[in-house]
């Protein structure tokens, strides 16, 4: 029997289910080009990710597919421009953007040549920009893929400091730079970076972290950007990275 033939509610339900029964997306932050770049501005800022496949099956399934992202608050905004508007019909926004906050990844990347002036600015760059969305909860954020492993866990403490304003992150996706892979000091140094980011976090959510034995509720894996997606490094792997494997973000989850 062919789909158009059903009854319109099925058809609707059938968008619906695929709409929520897709894979978790890994939905990425890019800046578009602008003249200038002001410390106390937004910058204009987009998704690049393809929308889920749903949308573009026909227009009933994308239509169904936005309604129903709509109702869950998956569609994301972001506002550009100064920080305040004296009134919101002032305010200008990019497109929109679909985002399930229970299942995506939100990659941040910060170490690729599109990266522009601000995007890691604590006060204005990609994550804090994300916490101003409307249209959805942004602090609601669950997994989120992390650039710029090193230089966040040792020496620029403004990425966690960003980070604790979501208080939902519960799956850290650590990237390896390319370049890296040969390299068993920077990979020792990749591991230490995490632990650390991590405790961090722990830390600003209150959590007890005097017992290593006890498993961090953040679930923690290496990744490397493969055409777009993630490619998972095997537990196994990173944890050789590291001399000091006993330890809360090794334990506590399924390899």
């Known amino acids: 029997m062919?789909?158009?033939?059903?009854?319109?509610?099925?058809?609707?339900?059938?968008w619906s289910l695929a709409y929520f029964a897709q894979p978790p997306r890994l939905v990425a932050l890019r800046t578009k080009s602008h003249e200038r770049h002001y410390d106390n501005n937004f910058c204009?800022?987009?998704?690049?990710?393809?929308?889920?496949?749903?949308?573009?099956?026909?227009?009933e399934a994308?239509?169904?597919?936005?309604?129903?992202?709509?109702?869950?608050?998956?569609?994301?905004?972001?506002?550009?421009?100064p920080l305040t508007v004296a009134a919101p019909e002032e305010a200008q926004f990019t497109e929109e953007?679909?985002?399930?906050?229970?299942?995506?990844?939100?990659?941040?990347?910060?170490?690729?040549?599109?990266?522009?002036?601000?995007?890691?600015?604590?006060?204005v760059g990609f994550?804090?920009?994300?916490?101003?969305?409307v249209g959805c909860d942004p602090l609601q954020l669950r997994k989120i893929a992390v650039t710029?492993?090193?230089?966040?866990?040792?020496?620029?403490?403004s990425f966690s400091n960003v980070?604790?304003?979501?208080?939902?992150?519960?799956?850290?996706?650590?990237?390896?730079?390319?370049?890296?892979?040969e390299d068993r000091q920077q990979k020792a140094l990749l591991v230490g970076a995490a632990r650390r980011i991590v405790r961090m976090y722990d830390i600003d959510m209150g959590r007890d972290i005097r017992d290593v034995t006890s498993p961090s509720k953040i679930q923690v894996d290496?990744?490397?950007?493969?055409?777009g997606e993630l490619a998972l490094v095997p537990r196994a792997m990173w944890k050789d990275w590291s001399e000091q494997t006993y330890d809360r973000i090794f334990i506590g989850h399924t390899p």
């Open 2 to 14: 062919a789909l158009a033939s059903l009854p319109k509610e099925i058809r609707l339900e059938i």
């Open 62 to 81: 994308r239509a169904e597919a936005h309604y129903q992202a709509r109702k869950a608050g998956h569609m994301v905004q972001l506002r550009h421009g």
């Open 148 to 157: 710029k492993v090193i230089p966040s866990g040792y020496n620029d403490g």
């Open 97 to 123: 953007f679909y985002f399930r906050f229970e299942t995506d990844i939100l990659y941040l990347p910060l170490e690729d040549i599109n990266v522009k002036h601000f995007d890691d600015s604590p006060e």
């Open 222 to 227: 290496f990744a490397a950007l493969v055409k």
């Open 127 to 133: 994550l804090r920009h994300f916490r101003a969305a």
């Open 163 to 181: 980070l604790r304003k979501f208080p939902h992150i519960s799956h850290m996706f650590m990237m390896v730079p390319n370049g890296m892979w």
């Open 44 to 59: 204009p800022r987009y998704s690049p990710s393809p929308a889920p496949t749903v949308v573009n099956v026909c227009k």
